[in-house]
Every structure is written in C-alpha cells, then in structure tokens.
C-alpha cells in the first residue's frame, strides 16, 4: 500500500466525519446507481461497438455496444448486495455454531470446532469453486457457495467471545437462578458478540467481493451478460490488447472499491475496539 493509501486510512481513523461522508458516498452509489446510469446495462448497440469515451457514454461500450458506466453502476448494487448476503448468511451459521460450542464446551465443543478446522484447512475460494460448479449459474448458487465456506471465521469468534463472556459473574448469576441455557445465550452472550461480528464483516465484505468477481470471472457466477464486474474483466479479456480499458475500467473499480472497503473496516474496528477486549482475528 503507498503513502498516499496509507495517509488517507489514517484520515479516516482519526476524523469520523471524513469516515462517515466517505461511506455516505459510497452508500448513495450503490443505492442510487441505477437511476444514475445514463443507459439501459443490457441494451446491445452494435454499431457503436468498442466505441471510445463521449459524451452521452463516458467510459465508451464494449464488444456489444453497451455503456460501460451504466454496467459499473448496475454492478455495484448486484456485487454488494450478493456480498452482503453471503455475509449475513455466513455470520448466522456461523455465530450458531460458535455460541453452541463455546458455551456447552465438552464435546460439543470439539466436535463442532474439528468441523470448522475442517472447513477451514480447504482453500476457501477452491471449495466455493466446486459448490459453484456442482449448484450451477446463478446469483443463489454463488451466494451459497460463498456462504459455506465463509462462516468458520465467524464460528472461531463467536466461541472465542462466548467463551469469555459465560466465565463472568452475571452469566453464573443467571445459571444459578435456574434460567434456560438457551435463554442464556440469547439474551446475555449473543448481545456481546455484535460488536465483534459488526468489526469483522466490514474486514470479510472485502473478501466475499473478490471471490464473488473471481467466480464471475471463471464462468460459475452470474449468468453470461449480467452487469456484474467480474463478468464485465471476463467478457473483455479478448480485447485486452486493442482496447484495455474494458478490463482497465471494472479492474480497478474492483481494486478501489477493496481498498476503500478495507480501510472503513479499520476504521471501525479501531473504534471498536476502544475499551474493549481484542477478538478479532485477521483473515490469512
């Protein structure tokens, strides 16, 4: 990361307003993107093909005639809201089978946790590979894909917090007045783990979103056509020598878009984390 990626993290840990109006912006291009695009995603003009930037179209067409910045502005809301399914679905299973092994322990502990050491030891994007391939195309095939092998992130941390949290006085307290182990866990441990779980999918969107570009990019994502990034790098690979900004342009808004996503997330988890115990773990 260069000095000017690094000063601009520094920026928006330290000022909260630059922080929040960074990721205003951001929101309002996902959320707002389609009215923005000045042309229909899908609509194919094939005698403006491979046209340059003008004016009407100011990121030009690629080999179907379609304007590359209404497909950007589509992409976004498909990529982020795919990426914050596969999240939210991950931290659900993953925070049931966390708040399970690290508050019974014994042997639900190491069966669960062997499981997870299961899941984890495959290559991540290798297995979400093959789920892919087996489920098909599609936007819910993909997102389960993701889904499956993203959640033991969340497990280790929910068990490392509940862990923590049913040694305290107030979690005793509950158990010897007679309460529900289940109650227990839902109203005195899973509270605790929302911040942690908060903190760790703004690191992991970044994730879930390259390896949802690279399906795409491979063939087991979207459907061919969709406006989606990783799709639009894959439909312009073949014209990378003559004309390279079809790769260049959702390229590096894939690269952008990780980058500024990381450093909110480092943003947020340092503030945080400001009085509180460290759970996090970063990603390998």
């Not at 307290?173 to 007679?178: D, T």
Request: net charge positive.
């Amino acid at each position: 990361m260069d000095r000017g990626t690094t000063r601009f993290g520094i920026v928006l840990r330290r000022h909260r307003s630059a922080m929040a109006i960074v990721a205003g912006g951001v929101l309002f291009l996902i959320l707002a993107g389609p009215w923005l695009a000045p042309h229909d995603p899908h609509q194919a003009d094939i005698l403006n093909r491979l046209a340059g930037p003008s004016l009407t179209r100011p990121l030009g067409t690629d080999a179907m005639g379609r304007c590359l910045l209404s497909r950007l502005l589509h992409g976004a809301r498909l990529t982020t809201g795919a990426a914050l399914l596969v999240v939210i679905a991950a931290a659900g299973l993953g925070t049931l089978v966390g708040a399970l092994s690290g508050y019974f322990g014994g042997v639900c502990d190491r069966v669960l946790m062997r499981l997870t050491e299961g899941v984890s030891v495959i290559p991540a994007l290798a297995l979400a590979m093959v789920i892919a391939g087996v489920l098909g195309l599609g936007l819910n095939a993909v997102v389960l894909a993701l889904a499956c092998v993203h959640w033991t992130d969340y497990a280790r941390l929910v068990r490392n917090v509940v862990m923590v949290e049913r040694s305290k006085a107030y979690v005793m307290a509950a158990e010897a007045l007679g309460v529900p182990r289940m109650t227990i866990i839902r109203r005195h441990l899973l509270p605790n783990v929302v911040v942690p779980l908060l903190a760790m999918g703004s690191y992991s969107l970044s994730w879930v979103i390259l390896a949802f570009a690279g399906l795409s990019f491979l063939g087991l994502g979207v459907e061919p056509g969709a406006a989606e990034w990783g799709r639009m790098v894959a439909e312009a690979r073949n014209h990378l020598r003559e004309y390279p900004r079809l790769v260049l342009v959702p390229g590096l808004t894939i690269m952008a878009f990780v980058i500024l996503i990381n450093l909110l997330g480092d943003a947020l988890g340092d503030r945080m984390r400001d009085g509180r115990a460290n759970y996090l773990t970063t990603r390998s």
